[in-house]
C-alpha cells in the first residue's frame, strides 16, 4: 500500500543528456504512460552535478556520452558528491552487455538503450529504481535508530553498579560490564571462561550453573537465587561474597519452541 502512494506521487526526474530531441523523446515517453512526473534537464554532466545539489531529485536519466563526461565517469563522480544515492539509470544508443554490467557494478539502478525504449520500460524501470532507493532509506534508518538504540543500552549498562554479564549457548562469559571490578577482577579477564571463574559453584547446590543459564519462561525462569561471588585479592584469604542473582535467556524464537527444543541460546544474567 506504501509501495503505490510513493508512486503516486509526482517524482522529480533530472535527464542529463546532451540531445535536446533525445530529451523530448524521455519526456514524451513518461507523459504518454500518465506518470505524475516533474521534469528537470542538464546538458552535460557539470550542470547536472549542480542541479543534484541544488533540487531535489528522485531519479536520474543519464546518456551513456556527455560532452564532458562519459555514463561511467557521470556515476562516480555522481556517487562522490551525492550523499542522497539518487537512483541513477544509464540510457545509451547502442547494446552492449559488456557496458551493462560494468555501469551496475559501479552503482547505477539500470540501463537502457534508447534504440528500444519504450514507455512502459522506463517507467517500470524508474519505478523499481525509486522503490528500491525508498527501501534502502528506510532500512539506513532502522540500522542508525537500532545502533543509537544499542548505544544507549550499553551505556546504562556499563554505568550501572549492578554486575551484569551475558553467556553465550557453551555458558562462557561473552560480556561482563565494569562493575564487576568491585569485586577484584578486570571484565577482560574472565570473557571466554565458565562463571566458576568468579562464581562459587562448590556449595551443595550441583545444578546451579544450569539454573543460571536459564531459559526466562514459565518456572525456568531464575529470581532473586543467592550465589556467592568469589572476590579476587591478591594476598589473603579469598572471601565468598553473597549476592542475589536473576538471569534469563535470549533467542528469536516463541516461548513455545524454547520449550520444545534445546538449541543454542544465550543468557543474560544480573
Known sequence: MRMNSLMESKLDI???DDDETDRQQVQRLL???GMNVSIH????CSSGIEKIKSTKIDCVLIDYKLP????LEVLEKLRIVDRSNVPLILLTGFDDVKLATEVMKKGASDFLSKRKLHGVDLVRSIKKAVQVRSFEKKVYAAEQALAESEKTYRTIVETVSDVIFRLG???KVEYI???IRFFGYDPGELIGHSIDKFIDVSSDDQDLISKIATQSVGPLATSNMEVNIKESIIEGEKRLIPVLMDAFGLWDVSD?????NNGEKN???S
Open 256 to 260: 513455545e519452541e524454547v520449550f520444545k
Open 14 to 16: 533530472l535527464i542529463i
Open 267 to 269: 543468557y543474560m544474567i
Open 31 to 33: 507523459d504518454d504512460e
Open 41 to 44: 534537464e542538464a546538458e552535460d
Open 68 to 71: 564532458d563526461a562519459t555514463g
Open 169 to 171: 549457548s557453551d555458558k
Open 177 to 179: 560490564n565494569p562493575a
